[in-house]
């Protein structure tokens, strides 16, 4: 007779209550550590969006390949061309005599199909990546200065920071068909940009070595501190974690709700009507990274708090911890396995940017190892029994019965052919008889056996 242990969740006794001190000391840990949580959100923004040149190169591909950014482009190059160009001046030199008249008129309406013809260029690879070449070009320049370097055609003379694009000004020019005497009359200023005033610079400096260092040890503080929070929490860590999950999912729905107000605001204060649309896709490009890093630091609360649900006290996180409660007490290396190949997968596929660096994979892998160590540990002391029943039917002893099986069926050796079982001395005489009947043995063959049998 066979002794079935009843599988009831062990329920130990209550911890004892948090003091009223630590109690507001842990609030006050999570609350400030979700507010430098923010600022840290902000600081890898513009670390990794600004100062990054691979994320600089690919927002300046997707900025051109915009059709709204390619049409309100052509018009300011068009617009500064004939600021800067005397067109009727250019056609009167090769129209005939005759038709010399006509410049004026022809030169105005030559303007909007030539911002169609430069609008046209611009959906062309070539000249795309000749403004991707640009940007590039001047984004490092850029950040040169901002480093407190210089060179790379960036000067810091008469009290300015410029940046000098005369020479791409007349590349366009030139694809225009303007005569190159003409684009050599352009007043040498005309493509000068003035990136920063002399008495931005130190600010702007010192701005770029906080945001290197803030970007880093902001994350590393984040992390210490929630951490800090959970340990205080003796007896209401669970608990604890989930309030930690949810001011994640806070802060990263904060971060979500600040890029569209700020976008709001820059759109409607600074860009006129006219370049409102292209501004906007400007500034989704622009803050791609910002609104990835939100819904990141979402998922991830969600995540914590999906671990304080699976260990709390709801039956529904009860039953599921029975269910596999067997694989993690009794067969523990299946459900380490799994969860290898699970992140191995999540890792392949990458959906957040900790997950395409080395730091961030090793941090999250181990903190599920430390989850699935501490699930594990909280069944074996609720359902010491899981597994040792002959005849379990939970999820996890299912699952366990199958990995075994296919475990077993991979490593069984085949057997070799049994021997036939051997005849009784009456049997072989009346097979002899019968295939001396049939004419398949002769008479003397048939008594030589007969003798062997017999002998």
């Known amino acids: 007779m066979v002794t079935t242990v009843e599988q009831s969740a062990v329920t130990p006794a209550g911890p004892p209550p948090l003091s009223r001190g630590r109690k507001i000391g842990i609030w006050a840990l999570i609350i400030v550590t979700a507010l430098i949580t923010f600022v840290s959100i902000l600081t890898v923004w513009v670390q990794r969006q600004m100062l990054d040149s691979h994320s600089w190169h690919k927002a300046s591909a997707q900025i051109i390949r915009d059709p709204a950014v390619q049409s309100a482009l052509a018009t300011e190059l068009v617009n500064e061309m004939y600021s800067n160009v005397d067109i009727a001046a250019e056609l009167k030199k090769r129209l005939p005599k005759d038709f010399k008249q006509l410049a004026d008129p022809a030169a105005a309406a030559l303007r909007d199909p030539a911002t169609r013809g430069v609008e046209f260029l611009l959906s062309q690879p070539r000249f795309q990546q000749l403004f991707v070449q640009a940007s590039d070009v001047a984004h490092e320049k850029l950040v040169n200065v901002l480093e407190n370097k210089t060179g790379f055609g960036i000067s ?8 000098d694009v005369t020479e791409l000004l007349k590349q366009i020019g030139e694809a225009l068909g303007i005569p190159s005497d003409a684009l050599n009359r352009i007043p040498a200023d005309v493509g000068v940009i003035t990136i920063m005033r002399s008495d931005q610079l130190s600010s702007a400096q010192q701005a770029v070595r906080l945001i290197k260092v803030l970007s880093v040890w902001l994350l590393v503080l984040v992390v210490a501190l929630y951490s800090l929070a959970i340990y205080l929490a003796r007896g ?39 370049y409102r649309e292209p501004a906007h896709h400007v500034w989704l490009i622009a803050t791609a990274i910002l609104g ?164």
Do not use: C
């Not at 810091?156 to 940046?163: A, I, R, S």
């Not at 007490?329 to 380490?336: K, R």
């Open 156 to 163: 810091t003379g008469n009290g300015n920071v410029t940046l």
């Open 236 to 274: 209401r860590r669970r608990r604890t974690l989930a309030y930690v999950g949810w001011s994640l999912v806070a802060v990263g729905l904060l971060s979500l709700i600040a890029k569209r107000l700020i976008g709001n605001y820059v759109l409607s204060s600074l860009v006129s009507d006219t």
């Open 292 to 455: 990835s890093i939100g819904w990141a630091v979402v998922l991830y609360g969600l995540i914590l708090v999906l671990a304080a649900v699976l260990g709390g006290p709801w039956r529904a996180a009860t039953w599921l911890r029975r269910e596999i409660a067997p694989v993690l007490n009794q067969h523990q290396e299946y459900a380490w396995g799994g969860l290898a190949i699970v992140y191995l997968l999540v890792v392949l596929w990458g959906p957040t940017h900790a997950l395409r660096t080395w730091w961030g994979i090793l941090a999250i892998g181990a903190l599920l190892a430390l989850g699935v160590y501490l699930l594990r540990k909280q069944t074996l002391v609720e359902f010491p029994a899981a597994g040792l029943e002959p005849h379990e039917h939970t999820l996890g002893a299912r699952m366990a019965a199958a990995a075994h099986k296919v475990t077993e069926h991979t490593h069984r050796q085949p057997k070799p052919d049994a021997a036939p079982p051997a005849r009784s001395t009456a049997e072989e005489l009346a097979w002899l008889l019968d295939l001396k009947e049939k004419g398949a043995i002769s008479e003397d063959e048939f008594e030589q056996a007969k003798k062997h049998v017999l002998a």
